[in-house]
C-alpha cells in the first residue's frame, strides 16, 4: 500500500464512517482507535450492542476501505467496549444510571457511589460512606456534581451476588 493511501485512514475518518453508519440509529460511537495494523472500533447502544449490529458495522468498513488495500496489512475488529473498559462518551452514562461506579477525578480523588443522573455536560454521584461514632454506625450521603472536563476514568463496580 502507498504511504499516501496510510495517511488517509485516520481516527477521525474512521469515525465519520462510524458516525454516518450509526445515524439515524439508536446506536453510538464510543470509540475507534487506529494504530499501525489494527483498526479498533467500539460501538454501542442504549440496550446493548448486538452481535450481528457488530458484524454489519465490520462488513461496512470492510467494503468500503477495501478498494484502498487497507486489509492487506491492517486487521479491522468491531465490538462492545468491555464491562471492565472505562465510560468514555454521555450515553454510556445514561445506559450506567442506578450502577455503582468508580470514579478518578483529574485531580486524583478516587470515589465510589450510584451514579444517579447524567447529562451532556457532567454526571450527579451519590457517594454514601460509614463510619462508627460511640458504638454507632453513622451513615453519610454525599452527592457530587462533577463536569466531564473533571473526570480522568469512570469504571462500573463490578459484583456477582448469588
Known amino acids: 500500500m502507498s504511504p499516501f493511501l496510510l495517511r488517509m485512514i485516520t481516527k477521525e475518518r474512521i469515525q465519520d464512517i462510524v458516525n ?53 496489512t491492517t486487521e479491522l475488529e468491531v465490538s462492545s467496549p468491555g464491562m471492565d473498559q472505562p465510560l468514555k462518551v454521555y450515553q454510556q452514562y445514561l445506559r450506567r444510571i442506578g450502577r455503582e461506579v468508580r470514579v478518578i477525578t483529574t485531580d486524583g480523588r478516587e470515589r465510589k457511589g450510584t451514579l444517579k443522573a447524567a447529562s451532556e455536560s457532567g454526571i450527579e454521584l451519590l457517594e454514601v460512606t460509614s463510619r462508627k461514632e460511640n458504638k454507632k454506625k453513622i451513615i453519610t450521603e454525599l452527592t457530587h456534581q462533577l463536569g466531564y472536563d473533571q473526570i480522568k476514568e469512570t469504571k462500573l463496580i463490578l459484583s456477582f451476588k448469588i
Open 20 to 72: 454516518q453508519w450509526v445515524k439515524g440509529t439508536d446506536c453510538f460511537l464510543v470509540e475507534a482507535k487506529c494504530s499501525p495494523g489494527k483498526i479498533t472500533v467500539f460501538i454501542d447502544r442504549p440496550t446493548g450492542i448486538s452481535l450481528d449490529e457488530c458484524i454489519r458495522l465490520n462488513r461496512h468498513l470492510t467494503e468500503l476501505l477495501d478498494p484502498e488495500g487497507v486489509w492487506e
